[in-house]
Each structure stands twice: as structure tokens, then as C-alpha cells.
């Protein structure tokens, strides 16, 4: 009989030993939950049904035996004769009619976990019991009380119930993530880009397009494998790429493919990008004059907005922006600083020049390195300040006056000339003249006016430079005998080949590190070419890695005077056919100090006759 129906019927008259029957059932619910908890769902439900089934049969059975007609009326919901029924089904109360009770209750609660019911508050329904009061019927009591226990796991079971259920949507959402994921790597490997065919003038057209398409080629070459149009080679692509690059940024086709092929693809992007952008602004406080935090206070109590360069230099500030002109402020006009590229600091600081040394700045102008020497001296030894250029002498001797250097020689000589002119420095400074590409920023006519016949004509400049920066350098000096090369260009036939060159044309030189702890290695191959191991102690420096001027240093350190000059193509010996054993010589060269001083006493001299006349 149904728990609904069973209410609706009125309460029967009390039976005898009902309060057993009660404790009986409740330990018969326990121990049917145990045994539910122990079977399986389904094996439980199927050996449920069967024993209802069986039961009912012997119910129906015994029934027709004993009561006939009116048991079956009961069981037909006959309630004309409701009181004499139940009076007679009450010795109905042996195991197996127990056990029949229980039976169908717990297939009916067996039920539920097959079928569950919707959770709380879904569509205004929170349970069975509001059902119950809608449609006017109350529970019973004691049927309430028969099912305590019941109600107690039920509530664990949901809670199981819930968390299996959020894990299984947590498991649903995981797979729906990666089946998105790999139809998004299906079709990106099903997307293959299309290198554009037709005429040159249409193809560049549109900037838009052109700079679309260069993020597009860059994206394929760095996914070739599964991105490549099968019909095209990398070439293809890298040769499209070149052009585009070369019209977008404003360079030659030529400097735009010796630039790219110094990086990666996606570095050399960012390179050209860099090189559309303006360096900081730095300045460099003469420390002969202040101190640079006290030149940092005047400056900023003028509206000047800095802070240091950097870990890397003590003397260096970088102006962020500024409400007077920083080149004509009084600090600036009394030599307390000079404005100089950051990168200018680095030849200087990989010389380290020491007081009382005799130092060689071949190519000078306009002083940011001579005076950064002097100040590194405390304006003791002697400075020699020689440029090619006479026009350019203006700017480096105003300099040199402006920041108050003292032990500075200006002379305008060919490079090449020395050690001729003089030699047996100490140190020597080379900042060679190049093709600029590390300063595009600055000088944009780079883009289109250096040809290949640059790079061949600009470095075999800077080689006879350096072999004359080095025979220059006298090996038996107490504190130096140091060497430093260094360029504004990038380019590796200005950098490392001249340097490889200068091993292979001096073996009475080595490269040494330069002193600075930041910047990239310099090259030991390139593209087929090969240089000496060594060459990884120079250092690169470019302007989207360091946001400085790209810029090369190497360091030379001079170990003896003596060298093979058969080695040297410049030898005269090999043309006139002489045996080449009588081609080793030995260059010693000094300074001649009794002569100097001659020259130190006249102009003393001078200046004596020059005060006296005041």
C-alpha cells in the first residue's frame, strides 16, 4: 500500500505490541541501509524488485486460503468494511510480513536514488512534504518518526551526490577546454599563409598592409614547419620580408638585408623599431668641476626631471625631461657637465686610464672621451687629443676649456701617421670612424646612403688604424700597454673582422675583457666566416636590448714590441723579392725626455713673458 494512499485512509484503531513493531522496523531500516551501502545500486535494485515480486505472490496466495474475498477487497482499496479488515490483517505481524513492509519502503527510497528528485528550490518546490500540504494531505507522526534514520543518511548521500556531480561538470568543462584547444591547433595548422604575387608598386601601396603583412611573414618563419606555404622556400619568405622591411622603415634593400641577418627574425623587428625611436638623453658630470649628486640637486631645483644612468657609471645622469634648455643652463656653461651618449661612456671606461699616464685619443672630436679621460686623471699625465678632421678641432678644443682640462694636447694629424708623429703611450684610445649604423636614431640619412662599397672601403680604413693604435702602445709600460677598439656600427665586417684581422697581423697582442659587465659577446662565426676564439671578450651593445647606441668595444692588451712584420701585406721586402728571414725587425719606441723638456722650458717661458706683460 502507498504512503499517500495510506493517509488518506482515517487512522486505524491501535493495535497491540505496536510500540515493538516501531523498534522493530527502525532496526530493520538500519540494517537495510548497511546492506544498501554495501551493494551495488544496481545489483541492489534488481534483488529488490525480485523479492517484492515473490512476496506478493505469497501474500496473494495465503491471502486466497485464509481471508478469500475479503483480504482481496483490502487490497482493491474496498473501505466499506475498513474496521473488520484491519482487525483481521493484525496477525499479520510474522518476519515475513516485516519484512514485506520493509521491503517496499526501501524500494521506494531505492527508487528515489535511482530517480532523484529535483534539488531544493527548483521551480518553488522544496520538498515532498510541500507537495503534500498543497494538495491538503498531512503527514503522519508516526510515520515521520519510523523514518528518522532514513532521513539522516539520506542527507550524507547528497551531499556524495552533489560532489560527484560538481567534479563530473569540472570533468565535462576540462574536456570541452581541450577540444577547443586542439580544434584551435587544427586549424591554425590548416592555416597557411600565402606569400602575395604582382607588381612591386601595388604590393606596397597601403602601409597598413605592408606592416600587416610583416608581422604575418615574421609569425610564419618563426612556425615554418606548419605555417610554410609548401610551393615556397624560406628564402621566398625571408627575401618577401626583406622588401617590405626595407619600404616600411625607409632603408636600401642592401642595409636592410646586412642589418637583418645580424639577429633572429622576431629580434630584428624590434631592432628596426628601435632604430624609429630616439635614445635618452644623458649627461656626464665633469667631476674635475662637482660631484654629480650635487650637480643632481642644482639641476633639479632648476625643473629638471633625472636619475643615474645606471648602476654601470658613477658620473652618469639621464634627463627625462626639463623646463629650462639643458644645453645652456649655468651649471652647463661652467663646465659642470657636457651632454654625451651613454654609449660613449663604455671605450673610456674599458681603457681605465690611471694617473700619470700618457694616453692617445686618435680620433677625438668633439671631446666627450679626451675630457672623460682627463677627469679618469684627475688632470695629471698628458692627453693627446688628435682628429683628422681640422674643422672639428673647434668643437673639441672649446670642450677641453669649457671643463677645465689641463693635461690636453690638440693635434690634427692623419691616424695613420702615428707612431711617426709620436708613440710609446700608454694607452690608446681608437674610436675609429665607421658607417654609423648604431646611431640610425640620430642620423636617419644612414637608411639610404651607405652602399656595399662603404663596407668595403670604411673597414680597410679602420684596419690600418688599429695596427697603428698598436704599434703606438709601448709594450714595456709599468701600468698599460692597453689598446681599445671600438665603433657606433653594428655591422660585423667594421667589428670583429677588423679585430681578427689586428690578431692575426700583430701576434704580439691579445684581447683581454674589457671591464664591462653587460653586453652581448661578439661574434666567433658569422655567416661562413670564422674569428679567433677570443673575440667573445668583446662586447656588443644595441639600442632595443641596452636602449643606448649600438656600439662595439674590444680590448687589447700589448705584450711585447717586437713583432713578425712578414706577416704584414704591406711589407716592401716580398716585392722586391728579398729572402723573407731577413723580414723580422724589433720597434722600440720612446719618448725622448730630454728633448721634451727643451720644448717644456720654452713654453714656460712664455707664459712667463705673457704674465709679465699683464
Same mark, same amino acid.
Given at each position: 500500500?502507498?504512503?499517500?494512499?495510506?493517509? $488518506?485512509?482515517?487512522?486505524?484503531?491501535?493495535?497491540?505490541?505496536?510500540?515493538?513493531?516501531?523498534?522493530?522496523?527502525?532496526?530493520?531500516?538500519?540494517?537495510?541501509?548497511?546492506?544498501?551501502?554495501? &551493494?551495488?545500486?544496481?545489483?541492489?535494485?534488481?534483488?529488490? $524488485?525480485?523479492?517484492?515480486?515473490? $512476496?506478493?505472490?505469497?501474500?496473494?496466495?495465503?491471502?486466497?486460503?485464509?481471508?478469500?474475498?475479503?483480504?482481496?477487497? /483490502?487490497?482493491?482499496?474496498?473501505?466499506?468494511?475498513?474496521?473488520?479488515?484491519?482487525?483481521?490483517?493484525?496477525?499479520?505481524?510474522?518476519?515475513?510480513?516485516?519484512?514485506?513492509?520493509?521491503?517496499?519502503?526501501?524500494?521506494?527510497?531505492?527508487?528515489?536514488?535511482?530517480?532523484?528528485?529535483?534539488?531544493?528550490?527548483?521551480?518553488?518546490?522544496?520538498?515532498?512534504?510541500?507537495?503534500?500540504?498543497?494538495?491538503?494531505?498531512?503527514?503522519?507522526?508516526?510515520?515521520?518518526?519510523?523514518?528518522?534514520?532514513?532521513?539522516?543518511?539520506?542527507?550524507?548521500?547528497?551531499?556524495?551526490?552533489?560532489?560527484?556531480?560538481?567534479?563530473?561538470?569540472?570533468?565535462?568543462?576540462?574536456?570541452?577546454?581541450?577540444?577547443?584547444?586542439?580544434?584551435?591547433?587544427?586549424?591554425?595548422?590548416?592555416?597557411?599563409?600565402?606569400?602575395?604575387?604582382?607588381?612591386?608598386?601595388?604590393?606596397?601601396?597601403?602601409?597598413?598592409?605592408?606592416?600587416?603583412?610583416?608581422?604575418?611573414?615574421?609569425?610564419?618563419?618563426?612556425?615554418?614547419?606548419?605555417?610554410?606555404?609548401?610551393?615556397?622556400?624560406? &628564402?621566398?619568405?625571408?627575401?618577401?620580408?626583406?622588401?617590405?622591411?626595407?619600404?616600411?622603415?625607409?632603408?636600401?634593400?642592401?642595409?636592410?638585408?646586412?642589418?637583418?641577418?645580424?639577429?633572429?627574425?622576431?629580434?630584428?623587428?624590434?631592432?628596426?623599431?628601435?632604430?624609429?625611436?630616439?635614445?635618452?638623453?644623458?649627461?656626464?658630470?665633469?667631476?674635475?668641476?662637482?660631484?654629480?649628486?650635487?650637480?643632481?640637486?642644482?639641476?633639479?631645483?632648476?625643473?629638471?626631471?633625472?636619475?643615474?644612468?645606471?648602476?654601470?657609471?658613477?658620473?652618469? !645622469?639621464?634627463?627625462?625631461?626639463?623646463?629650462?634648455?639643458?644645453?645652456?643652463?649655468?651649471?652647463?656653461?661652467?663646465?659642470?657637465?657636457?651632454? &654625451?651618449?651613454?654609449?660613449?661612456?663604455?671605450?673610456?671606461?674599458?681603457?681605465?686610464?690611471?694617473?700619470?699616464?700618457?694616453? !692617445?685619443?686618435?680620433?677625438?672630436?668633439?671631446?666627450?672621451?679626451?675630457?672623460?679621460?682627463?677627469?679618469?686623471?684627475?688632470?695629471?699625465?698628458? #692627453?693627446?687629443?688628435?682628429?683628422?678632421?681640422?674643422?672639428?678641432?673647434?668643437?673639441?678644443?672649446?670642450?677641453?676649456?669649457?671643463?677645465?682640462?689641463?693635461?690636453?694636447?690638440?693635434?690634427?694629424?692623419?691616424?695613420?701617421?702615428?707612431?711617426?708623429?709620436?708613440?710609446?703611450?700608454?694607452?690608446?684610445?681608437?674610436?675609429?670612424?665607421?658607417?654609423?649604423?648604431?646611431?640610425?636614431?640620430?642620423?636617419?640619412?644612414?637608411?639610404?646612403?651607405?652602399?656595399?662599397?662603404?663596407?668595403?672601403?670604411?673597414?680597410?680604413?679602420?684596419?690600418?688604424?688599429?695596427?697603428?693604435?698598436?704599434?703606438?702602445?709601448?709594450?714595456?709600460?709599468?701600468?698599460?700597454?692597453?689598446?681599445?677598439?671600438?665603433?657606433?656600427?653594428?655591422?660585423?665586417? /667594421?667589428?670583429?673582422?677588423?679585430?681578427?684581422?689586428?690578431?692575426?697581423?700583430?701576434?704580439?697582442?691579445?684581447?683581454?675583457?674589457?671591464?664591462?659587465?653587460?653586453?652581448?659577446?661578439?661574434?666567433?662565426?658569422?655567416?661562413?666566416?670564422?674569428?679567433?676564439?677570443?673575440?667573445?671578450?668583446?662586447?656588443?651593445?644595441?639600442?632595443? #636590448?641596452?636602449?643606448?647606441?649600438?656600439?662595439?668595444?674590444?680590448?687589447?692588451?700589448?705584450?711585447?714590441?717586437?713583432?713578425?712584420?712578414?706577416?704584414?701585406?704591406?711589407?716592401?721586402?716580398?716585392?722586391?723579392?728579398?729572402?723573407?728571414?731577413?723580414?723580422?725587425?724589433?720597434?722600440?719606441?720612446?719618448?725622448?725626455?730630454?728633448?721634451?723638456?727643451?720644448?717644456?722650458?720654452?713654453?714656460?717661458?712664455?707664459?712667463?713673458?705673457?704674465?709679465?706683460?699683464?
Amino acid at each position: 500500500m502507498g504512503r499517500r494512499q495510506r493517509n $488518506k485512509q482515517g487512522p486505524p484503531a491501535a493495535l497491540d505490541g505496536s510500540p515493538k513493531r516501531q523498534q522493530k522496523n527502525g532496526a530493520k531500516n538500519k540494517k537495510n541501509d548497511k546492506r544498501k551501502r554495501d &551493494q551495488p545500486d544496481s545489483d541492489l535494485a534488481a534483488t529488490k $524488485k525480485q523479492k517484492v515480486v515473490q $512476496k506478493k505472490k505469497e501474500i496473494i496466495e495465503e491471502s486466497e486460503e485464509d481471508s478469500g474475498p475479503e483480504f482481496l477487497g /483490502e487490497l482493491n482499496g474496498d473501505a466499506s468494511d475498513g474496521d473488520d479488515l484491519w482487525d483481521n490483517a493484525e496477525p499479520a505481524t510474522d518476519d515475513e510480513d516485516e519484512e514485506l513492509l520493509d521491503d517496499e519502503f526501501d524500494l521506494g527510497e531505492d527508487a528515489a536514488d535511482i530517480f532523484p528528485k529535483a534539488d531544493t528550490n527548483f521551480l518553488g518546490s522544496d520538498s515532498e512534504q510541500e507537495v503534500d500540504e498543497e494538495e491538503g494531505d498531512d503527514e503522519d507522526m508516526s510515520d515521520d518518526d519510523d523514518h528518522i534514520g532514513e532521513f539522516e543518511g539520506l542527507d550524507e548521500r547528497k551531499s556524495r551526490k552533489i560532489e560527484a556531480r560538481k567534479a563530473r561538470i569540472a570533468a565535462e568543462a576540462e574536456a570541452e577546454l581541450m577540444d577547443a584547444a586542439m580544434q584551435t591547433n587544427i586549424a591554425e595548422e590548416g592555416e597557411r599563409f600565402q606569400l602575395p604575387e604582382g607588381e612591386e608598386d601595388v604590393l606596397t601601396a597601403d602601409v597598413t598592409l605592408v606592416n600587416q603583412r610583416i608581422q604575418e611573414i615574421v609569425n610564419v618563419l618563426n612556425n615554418f614547419k606548419t605555417m610554410r606555404d609548401p610551393s615556397k622556400s624560406r &628564402q621566398d619568405y625571408i627575401d618577401r620580408l626583406i622588401k617590405d622591411i626595407a619600404y616600411y622603415y625607409g632603408y636600401s634593400e642592401f642595409l636592410a638585408e646586412k642589418l637583418f641577418n645580424l639577429f633572429s627574425v622576431s629580434e630584428a623587428i624590434e631592432f628596426f623599431e628601435a632604430n624609429e625611436v630616439p635614445r635618452p638623453v644623458t649627461i656626464r658630470t665633469n667631476t674635475l668641476r662637482t660631484r654629480r649628486r650635487d650637480l643632481a640637486q642644482a639641476l633639479i631645483s632648476r625643473g629638471v626631471n633625472l636619475d643615474p644612468i645606471g648602476k654601470w657609471s658613477k658620473v652618469g !645622469l639621464q634627463v627625462f625631461d626639463s623646463q629650462v634648455p639643458i644645453g645652456a643652463t649655468p651649471e652647463y656653461l661652467s663646465g659642470h657637465y657636457i651632454l &654625451q651618449a651613454a654609449s660613449s661612456f663604455l671605450p673610456v671606461m674599458a681603457l681605465a686610464p690611471q694617473e700619470n699616464e700618457r694616453v !692617445l685619443d686618435m680620433a677625438s672630436a668633439p671631446g666627450g672621451k679626451t675630457t672623460y679621460i682627463a677627469a679618469l686623471q684627475k688632470n695629471t699625465g698628458m #692627453v693627446f687629443a688628435n682628429d683628422f678632421n681640422k674643422d672639428r678641432l673647434k668643437s673639441l678644443t672649446a670642450n677641453i676649456h669649457r671643463l677645465g682640462v689641463k693635461n690636453a694636447v690638440v693635434c690634427n694629424y692623419d691616424g695613420r701617421e702615428f707612431p711617426k708623429v709620436i708613440g710609446g703611450f700608454d694607452r690608446v684610445l681608437l674610436d675609429a670612424p665607421c658607417s654609423g649604423t648604431g646611431v640610425i636614431s640620430k642620423d636617419a640619412s644612414v637608411k639610404l646612403n651607405k652602399t656595399e662599397k662603404d663596407f668595403i672601403d670604411i673597414p680597410f680604413l679602420q684596419k690600418q688604424l688599429i695596427l697603428s693604435a698598436i704599434d703606438s702602445v709601448d709594450a714595456k709600460s709599468k701600468t698599460g700597454a692597453y689598446i681599445v677598439y671600438s665603433t657606433c656600427s653594428v655591422i660585423v665586417e /667594421e667589428n670583429e673582422a677588423v679585430v681578427n684581422y689586428a690578431l692575426k697581423k700583430r701576434p704580439n697582442v691579445k684581447l683581454v675583457k674589457t671591464g664591462l659587465d653587460f653586453g652581448r659577446e661578439g661574434f666567433t662565426s658569422f655567416r661562413g666566416q670564422s674569428f679567433h676564439p677570443s673575440v667573445k671578450l668583446t662586447r656588443r651593445f644595441y639600442p632595443h #636590448v641596452h636602449n643606448m647606441d649600438g656600439f662595439y668595444v674590444a680590448k687589447f692588451k700589448k705584450l711585447s714590441n717586437k713583432f713578425d712584420s712578414s706577416k704584414d701585406g704591406e711589407s716592401s721586402n716580398k716585392k722586391q723579392g728579398k729572402d723573407s728571414k731577413n723580414d723580422k725587425q724589433e720597434e722600440e719606441i720612446k719618448f725622448d725626455d730630454e728633448e721634451d723638456a727643451k720644448y717644456i722650458e720654452e713654453s714656460k717661458s712664455k707664459q712667463r713673458k705673457k704674465k709679465s706683460r699683464k
